[in-house]
């Protein structure tokens, strides 16, 4: 069912507010912090959100319930390069590794200073392309 102009602005407004803040608190829990597999998961929460923002502006319904950015970009139905693909694919790990014991001791092994920095800055250009996007 078609969300009213209405509720589709307060929704995209919600997931651009959740967005924003998120990368925000992965940017300071990585340069302030050595908890980098914390940061990586907000950094993962960053896009899904900014995903979401984009999908209720574009579908005019409520957000699918899915923390798959790839299958986020698939319904979207956006034309992304192989490369960053790839890079969110990468991200999209760091949403699984942080919740489940065995995955999360791998990521918290990988995690160091330079990979999260790497993917921070990876994210903060995803999601400014995104928001780029939502306000074409």
Known sequence: ?????????????YWIRGSTEDLLGAKEIISKTTR?????FFLHLALEKALKA???????EHAPYTHNLLGLIE???????EDDLKIL???NEFNLEARYPDEKFSLLERATKDLSTRYLHEAE????WIFKILSS
Do not use: H, W
Request: charged share 25%; glycine share 6%; aromatic share 6%.
């Open 1 to 13: 069912m078609a969300l009213s102009a209405d509720k589709s602005k307060q929704l995209v407004d």
């Open 36 to 40: 980098y597999a914390s940061g990586l």
């Open 54 to 60: 984009l999908f209720c502006k574009k579908m005019s």
């Open 75 to 81: 319904k979207l139905g956006l034309a992304v390069s």
């Open 89 to 91: 694919a990468e991200i």
């Open 125 to 128: 250009r995803l999601q400014s």
